[in-house]
């Protein structure tokens, strides 16, 4: 579960910042929706993390955060509130296959329910965002 970790905050992060520097028409649209991303993704990360803590599961901290800004600094940088919502849209993708991976694997079935849900509010996530990018 540390992969999905990973992916949470690094959406977290980039989504924060990306709400920090939307500009133009949309402005308050994407302000707000990118509010409500960067949010979404703060709270799964934490329920994810403390679920693996609670599992006794070996759960570098300070890694995750690292290899977030790792991830982060691979991203192009970001030229308008599109093309940072696509780069946001394809971060959603990515956490929903790595959901897949670990259900796929041997964790419990409370767990699989954890981040099942995650998945589905992720695809909630992508369809407003490919919404917004038509």
Sequence with gaps: MTKIAIILRTLQLFGQNMH????????FADHDALSDFYTAAAFDYDTVVERMIGLGQDVDLPKIPSKAAENIAKLPVSESNNHALELILALEKSL???????????????????????????????????????
């Excluded at 920090?20 to 402005?27: K, R």
């Excluded at 694997?105 to 992508?126: D, F, M, W």
């Design 96 to 134: 929903c296959r790595e959901v897949e991976k670990e259900v796929a694997s041997s964790v419990s079935e409370g767990t699989k329910q954890l981040i099942g849900e995650i998945a589905n509010k992720s695809e909630g996530r992508q369809y407003l965002l490919g919404q917004r990018l038509k």
């Design 20 to 27: 920090n520097l939307a500009t133009g028409p949309s402005f």
